[in-house]
C-alpha cells in the first residue's frame, strides 16, 4: 500500500509558510495545457468503445462473405431443404443439424424448465432469506462450471446410467446430451425467475394472503402470473444458450446428423458439426470450410431471434412496475 | 413588489461595490422546461455569513450551487441573468469552472470525504492544481486542519481511511478540504443537517472563526442556526427571493406576510 | 366442508412445497454427484508427475503441463486486451457518453455480444485472426479470440462497479474544481477497482474453462514443448481434457478426471481471489 505519511514538523509559528494561493495561480497556465490534452479523452475512450461493434461487424462480415461463398457453390433451397447432411461426400442438407439442435434444445427445455421454475418458486416464495442466501451461490456454481466438464460427466456418468434403464440406447445419443444441457442452463432460469418472482412488490402478496391464501395459491396464483414475463424472459434465455451450446452434445450427442427427433440416437448438432469440421483437416477456401459459416449464420440468427425476444419481454416487463 | 425589496433589502449595497463577494442579477433557472428560480437579485457581502433559508423545494439549495455552478452537474439546466464574482460573471462562456471552483469552496449536506486517507483527502484540491512538493503539502494539510478546527482530533490518524471518523468529524475534514486551496468563498449546503446537536454546535462555532478571512453562504433549513450564525438572509419561496436583511432584522421585523408566516412556524 | 376444504389446501401446499424444494435438491446433487465422479475417477491419476508432464501415448505417463501454461499465457493476452479495452468502455459509456443513439447502440450491442455463442466468435477469429491477419493457428489468434469473447463481460462488471461510486464523492471533486478526468482517475477508478478487478477475475475464470472457440482457431491438442512467444503453438487444459474424454480406453477417462480436477482447483482460486477482494478492499458508502 502507500507509504506512510511523516508530517514535516512545522511550528505554527513556523516564518516559511508557503502562499497556496500564489503557488496555485503559478501553476495554472500549465494546468490549461493538461486540459487541452484531457479534450482528447472521451474520444480516445470513444475508440476503446468502438471495438465491441467492430466486433459484431466483424462478425456479421465474416458470417455474411464466406456464407456467399458457400452458396455460389450450394444453392441456398438445397442448404435449407435437404435432409441429407454429409458435406464430405457433397451433401449439404441443413435440416438434420437444425433437427439434432432443436432434439437437444426441447430435452434440454423439458429438464431445466421445470426444475428451474420449481426452484425459483422455493426460493424466492418458500425459503428463509438464510436458506436463499446459501443456496442461491451455490445454485450458481453449476452456471460456472465449464462445458467440457458437463461433457465428460454426461458420456462418462449420465449415459451408462441411461444406458442401465432404456438399454437399446447408444454410447453417443441426444437423450444425455440434452438431460445435461438442461442441468447446465438450470441456474440460469432459476435465478433469473427468481429475480423476477422477487420484484413483485409484496403489497400484491399480502393482499391475497389477507384473502386467506395458503402459500401455494399466492405463489401460483400472484406471483408467478404478475412475474410471467420475467419468467419467459429468463426461458427464452436459456434456450438460446442451449442451442449455442458446443462441448456436451459434441462429447456426448454424437457426430451422426440424422433427422430425428428420437432422443435415444446419435445425432449432430448445428455447433458441433463447426467443431468436428474445424478439427478434421478443412483447408481455406474449400467447400467444407465454407460450409462451416453458413452453418454459423443459421446459428447466430436462431440465438439473436432468442436473445432479441427475451429483450424485448423483459423491456415490457420492466414498464409494469 | 420585487423592486421595492430590491431597493428595501440591500443597504450593503449603498458602502462600496467591492464589498460584496457575489452580486446576483436578474437569475432565472429551469431544469428542462421547470423553471426553479424567478428573477433572483441578491447581493453577498464579504467577511459575513450569509444564510438561506426556506421550505424544502423552495429553490436554496439550487441557488446556492448556481454560486459555483455545481447546479450544472444536471444536464438538462438553462440559467439567464449573471453572477458576478469580482469583475466578471461566472456564467460567460469563457469562465472556467475549475478556476472558479477553485476560489468557490463547498462543503456538502452529507459528509462525503473520498474514501482515501484524512492526508490525501485534504490535500485533494492542492494536488489536482498542480502542487506536488510533499513538504508544502505537509503544511497545507496541517494548516488546513487546524483551520478546520480538527487538527488535535485527526493528526494521528492522518494515514487512516476518512471514512472511519464519526460524521461530525468527515464534515469537518470535508471542510479542511474545501479550505485546503485557500478559497475566496464557503458554499455550505445544509452541513449539519446529517449531524448530532454536540457535533452541529462545533460546526456552528467554526463557521465564525472562518469567516474572518472567508465569505461564508450557507443554506439551513434551520431557523434557529441562521438566527444563531448568520449577519445576514435570505428567505426562498418557491423560487423566488422573498426577503432579504440583515439576520436580526428579518427574524424580528419581517417586512413580507410570507416570511412573518415562515419563521412563525405557519407552515414549512 | 369449510374445514375439509381448507384442509386439503393447506395439504396441497405442504406436498408443492417438498416438491419445489426437491427440484431445488436435484440441481444440488447434481452438482455434488458430479464433484464425486471427478474425484473420485481422477484421485488416483493425479499426482505432481501429472501436473508437470507432457502428453503422452500411455495414460500413466500423460501431464496437463502444456495445458496449463498454455491457458495461463491466453489469460495474460486476454487480460491485456480485455482489461484496457473493456474498462475504457466502461468509463465511456458511465462517465462520457452523451445520450445519444450512439451510446444507446453501443449498449445494446454489447449486451447481444454476450448472448453470441462462443463458437460464433471461433469462426470470428478463424477468419481474422488465424487467415486475414495471417496470425495462423497460433496462441496470439487464441488470445485475441478469446479477449474480444470475454469483453462484454468485463464491460458490463466494470460499469457496475464504477456506478456504485456514489454521486456525493463525486461532486466533492467536482466541488473542488476538479475536472472529469481528473475526477475518474484520482476519485471514480481507485474507489472502483475492487469491483473492476472481481469482475475481471470472473470474467477470466469464464475464459479459461472455454474450449469451442479455441478449437476453432486451432490450439493444438498436443504439443511437446512449451509456448516461447505469442506466435508458438500451444493448448489448453480444456482442450486437452476434451481430447482425453474422447478416446475409447476407460483408463484416459480418469487421466481427464485428473485434469478436470487440476482444472476445477484453478477455477476455485481465481474466485476464491475474486471474494476475498470484494470482501477486503470494497468501501461500503
Not at chain 1, 1 to 30: C, H, P, W
Not at chain 1, 148 to 170: H, K, N, R
Not at chain 3, 138 to 161: C, D, F, W
Not at chain 3, 183 to 188: A, E, G, K, Q
Request: charged share 15%; proline share 4%.
Amino acid at each position: 500500500m502507500k507509504g506512510v505519511y511523516v508530517m514535516s514538523r512545522i511550528s505554527a509559528t513556523s516564518s516559511q509558510t508557503v502562499n497556496v494561493r500564489s503557488l496555485l495561480d503559478e501553476k495554472r497556465s500549465k494546468k490549461l495545457k493538461v486540459r487541452k490534452l484531457e479534450n482528447i479523452i472521451p474520444y480516445l475512450l470513444l475508440l476503446c468503445a468502438l471495438v465491441s461493434i467492430l466486433t459484431t461487424a466483424g462478425i456479421l462480415f465474416t458470417l455474411l462473405r464466406e456464407t456467399v461463398g458457400f452458396f455460389s457453390e450450394v444453392s441456398i433451397i438445397e442448404f435449407y431443404t435437404g435432409t441429407n447432411w454429409s458435406p464430405w461426400s457433397g451433401d449439404f442438407g441443413v435440416l438434420p443439424l437444425i433437427s439434432g439442435t432443436l432434439l437437444i434444445t426441447v430435452i434440454a427445455t423439458v429438464v431445466a424448465v421445470p426444475l428451474g421454475l420449481m426452484s425459483a418458486i422455493f426460493l424466492s416464495e418458500y425459503a428463509s432469506e438464510s436458506v436463499r442466501k446459501t443456496i442461491k451461490p451455490i445454485l450458481e456454481i453449476l452456471a460456472g462450471i465449464p462445458t467440457v466438464v458437463y461433457g465428460f460427466f454426461a458420456l462418462t456418468f449420465v449415459t451408462p446410467i441411461l444406458q442401465s434403464i432404456i438399454p437399446e440406447l447408444s454410447i453417443f445419443n441426444a437423450l444425455s446430451g440434452g438431460v445435461v444441457v438442461g442441468i447446465m442452463i438450470v441456474p440460469m432460469v432459476a435465478s433469473l425467475s427468481e429475480d423476477a418472482m422477487n420484484a413483485v412488490p409484496n403489497s400484491l402478496r399480502e393482499g391475497a394472503y389477507a384473502l386467506g391464501g395458503t402459500r401455494l395459491e399466492v405463489a401460483i396464483k400472484v406471483v408467478v402470473p404478475a412475474a410471467l414475463s420475467g419468467i419467459i424472459a429468463a426461458v427464452v434465455l436459456a434456450i438460446s444458450r442451449a442451442i449455442g451450446e458446443t462441448m456436451i452434445v459434441t462429447i456426448a450427442a454424437g457426430a451422426t446428423p440424422s433427422l430425428t427427433m428420437n432422443p435415444t440416437d446419435s445425432v449432430q448438432t448445428m455447433t458441433a458439426f463447426i467443431v468436428q469440421a474445424a478439427t478434421g483437416d478443412t483447408t481455406f477456401g474449400s467447400i467444407i470450410y465454407y460450409s462451416l459459416y453458413a452453418v454459423g449464420i443459421t446459428l447466430f440468427v436462431l440465438t439473436m431471434i432468442m436473445n432479441l425476444l427475451s429483450q424485448y419481454i423483459s423491456r415490457k416487463f420492466r414498464e409494469e412496475y | 413588489m420585487i423592486e421595492m425589496e430590491k431597493q428595501s433589502v440591500n443597504p450593503v449595497k449603498e458602502e462600496t461595490a467591492s464589498s460584496n463577494i457575489f452580486e446576483v442579477q436578474d437569475l432565472n433557472l429551469w431544469y428542462g422546461d421547470d423553471q426553479a428560480l424567478y428573477e433572483i437579485n441578491m447581493d453577498i457581502p464579504k467577511y459575513q455569513v450569509t444564510a438561506i433559508i426556506g421550505p424544502s423545494g423552495c429553490g436554496k439549495s439550487t441557488f446556492i450551487k448556481t454560486l459555483n455552478r455545481m447546479v450544472e452537474m444536471v444536464p438538462s439546466v438553462k440559467t439567464t441573468g449573471a453572477i458576478n464574482y469580482g469583475d466578471q460573471n461566472i456564467y460567460e462562456e469563457k469562465y472556467r469552472v475549475e478556476d472558479l471552483r477553485m476560489k468557490v469552496g463547498m462543503v456538502f449536506q452529507k459528509p462525503n470525504p473520498f474514501p482515501k486517507s484524512v492526508y490525501e483527502n485534504v490535500a485533494y484540491g492542492p494536488k489536482i492544481h498542480g502542487i506536488k512538493d510533499k513538504k508544502t503539502l505537509d503544511q497545507i494539510v496541517e494548516r488546513s486542519l487546524r483551520g478546520a478546527a480538527i487538527w488535535d482530533e485527526v493528526k494521528d490518524r492522518l494515514n487512516e481511511n476518512a471514512f472511519g471518523l464519526s460524521g461530525g468529524q468527515q464534515q469537518r475534514v470535508c471542510i479542511a478540504r474545501a479550505l485546503a486551496v485557500e478559497p475566496d468563498v464557503i458554499l455550505m449546503d445544509e452541513p449539519t443537517s446529517a449531524l448530532d446537536p454536540i457535533s452541529t454546535s462545533k460546526v456552528e462555532e467554526l463557521i465564525q472563526e472562518l469567516k474572518k478571512e472567508y465569505s461564508i453562504v450557507i443554506v439551513t433549513h434551520n431557523m434557529q442556526q441562521a438566527a444563531r450564525i448568520s449577519d445576514r438572509t435570505g428567505f426562498f419561496l418557491n423560487g423566488e427571493l422573498v426577503e432579504y436583511a440583515n439576520t436580526n432584522q428579518l427574524f424580528q421585523t419581517p417586512t413580507d406576510k410570507r416570511t412573518e408566516d415562515y419563521i412563525t412556524g405557519r407552515f414549512g | 366442508m369449510e374445514t375439509k376444504n381448507l384442509k386439503s389446501r393447506v395439504l396441497k401446499n405442504r406436498v408443492m412445497k417438498s416438491l419445489f424444494f426437491s427440484a431445488t435438491v436435484i440441481a444440488l446433487l447434481f452438482l455434488v454427484m458430479l464433484f464425486y465422479r471427478v474425484f473420485s475417477q481422477g484421485w488416483g491419476y493425479l499426482n505432481l508427475n501429472f501436473i508437470t508432464s507432457f502428453p503422452a501415448p500411455y495414460p500413466e505417463e500423460a501431464g496437463i503441463w502444456p495445458g496449463i501454461v498454455g491457458s495461463l499465457m491466453l489469460m495474460g493476452i486476454v487480460a491485456v486486451v480485455a482489461v484496457f479495452i473493456g474498462i475504457s468502455t466502461a468509463i465511456y459509456l458511465e462517465e462520457y457518453s452523451p445520450q445519444n443513439k450512439l451510446s444507446e447502440f453501443i449498449r445494446v450491442n454489447i449486451q447481444n455480444l454476450a448472448g453470441v455463442p462462443s463458437i460464433v466468435f471461433g469462426l470470428l477469429g478463424l477468419t481474422f485472426f488465424v487467415y486475414l491477419f495471417g496470425i495462423g493457428y497460433r496462441l496470439l489468434a487464441g488470445g485475441l479470440t478469446m479477449a474480444l469473447l470475454i469483453l462484454p463481460i468485463v464491460v458490463v462488471s466494470s460499469q457496475e462497479a464504477l456506478r456504485s461510486v456514489p454521486a456525493e464523492v463525486k461532486e466533492a471533486s467536482y466541488g473542488m474544481g476538479a475536472s472529469k478526468w481528473q475526477t475518474i482517475v484520482r476519485v471514480i477508478l481507485p474507489a472502483a477497482v475492487p469491483g473492476i478487478l472481481t469482475g475481471i477475475i470472473l470474467s477470466l475464470s469464464r475464459g479459461i474453462g472455454e474450449t469451442a472457440p479455441l478449437i476453432i482457431v486451432g490450439a493444438a491438442t498436443a504439443i511437446y514443448t512449451l509456448p516461447e512467444s505469442l506466435l508458438s503453438k500451444y493448448t489448453v487444459m480444456p482442450i486437452q481434457i476434451y481430447k482425453w474424454t474422447a478416446r475409447p480406453q476407460e483408463e484416459w477417462q480418469f487421466v481427464a478426471a485428473a485434469g478436470i480436477i487440476v482444472l476445477l482447483v484453478i477455477l476455485l482460486l481465481m474466485n476464491a481471489i475474486a471474494v476475498w477482494i470484494r470482501n477486503k478492499y470494497q468501501t461500503r458508502y
